[in-house]
């Protein structure tokens, strides 16, 4: 099984950071930057995980217009995300998506991120620190239990 990240992750990296260290663990997976790739295509991938901080709640706005247009009918899903505060309810727009596009959806992690997008920027942000180590070893974790490394065969 083949699997790619479809990720954002643009202001401090935060996600970034638990997306590199899932493909640390397992090096076949392919990322896709949404903010700079020319890839027109997820067809070749069984699964797909998609990684953002959240904005105002949701999940970046290109990366969802991506994932409408270019997410392959009846793959495996998965969600990874940071934000200033933990609350239920940030995958809801993606699994939407997902769910319209008779995906399977296989869980998500979301974890703290040092945020200073819109007013936190005023007070110097929320989040310092974040994701700590731990945090990324538990998106690791997270991977890991889906068992997809053990089925790539990249």
Same mark, same amino acid.
């Given at each position: 099984?083949?699997?790619?990240?479809? %990720?954002?992750?643009?202001?401090?990296?935060?996600?970034?950071?638990?997306?590199?260290?899932?493909?640390?663990?397992?090096?076949?997976?392919?990322?896709?930057?949404?903010?700079e790739t020319k890839i027109t295509s997820l067809d070749a991938y069984d699964c797909v995980g998609v990684a953002s901080g959240i904005y105002y709640g949701k999940f970046n706005a290109d990366l969802m217009?991506?994932? #409408?247009? #270019?997410?392959?009918?009846? #793959?495996?899903?998965?969600?990874?995300?940071?934000c200033?505060?933990?609350?239920?309810? %940030?995958?809801?727009e993606l699994q939407v998506v997902a769910a319209e596009k008779n995906c399977s959806w296989l869980g998500e992690y979301g974890?703290?991120?040092?945020?200073?997008?819109?007013?936190?920027k005023l007070v110097g942000g929320?989040?310092?620190?974040h994701p700590t180590e731990e945090e990324i070893v538990g998106a690791v974790e997270f991977y890991k239990g889906l068992g997809l490394e053990t089925m790539n065969d990249e």
């Open positions: 099984m083949r699997t790619a990240i479809v %990720y954002y992750s643009e202001h401090h990296g935060n996600t970034w950071r638990l997306v590199e260290a899932i493909h640390d663990f397992d090096t076949n997976i392919r990322l896709v930057d949404t903010a217009a991506y994932l #409408r247009e #270019r997410l392959p009918e009846g #793959r495996k899903v998965f969600a990874l995300y940071t200033g505060n933990m609350m239920k309810g %940030y995958t809801k974890c703290l991120g040092f945020d200073t997008f819109g007013p936190f929320l989040q310092k620190g």
